[in-house]
């Protein structure tokens, strides 16, 4: 929480309250954000199998979050190995995991590179 005090987002914030959903600059409001911030991403994590968070709200970083933070791989695709990946899985259904991750829809298609992959996909089975 105290780090977030420091970025800009929390800047952003106090200049304009309503934008995110809270009516005034309150220190109850902005606590009252804060804090579900902080649980709603606890919570995200978690349910990737990034993190674990204990009964007494203490936080242990989980082998799927070591990895993500290391390759710099977002939580939602770390969720996607977790639900999808399995002992028995053959190569095209690895390739089809790999592939669904979101890191893939930040890839941008160069002009024209959209007209290559369709001859691609007609000419390669």
Not at 25 to 49: K, Q, W
Request: hydrophobic share 35%; proline share 5%.
């Amino acid at each position: 929480m105290d780090y977030l005090t420091w970025t800009y987002w929390f800047r952003r914030v106090l200049k304009n309250p309503t934008y995110y959903g809270i009516d005034s600059t309150e220190p109850d409001e902005i606590s009252a954000l804060l804090s579900d911030t902080v649980e709603d991403s606890l919570a995200d994590l978690e349910a990737a199998g990034c993190v674990e968070v204990d009964e007494h709200g203490g936080v242990r970083a989980l082998a799927a979050g070591r990895v993500a933070s290391f390759y710099y791989l977002q939580h939602t695709t770390m969720g996607v190995f977790a639900d999808r990946m399995g002992p028995d899985m053959g190569v095209p259904d690895c390739i089809d995991v790999l592939t669904s991750v979101p890191e893939y829809d930040e890839l941008p298609v160069r002009h024209n590179e959209d007209q290559l992959n369709m001859t691609l996909n007609d000419d390669v089975r």
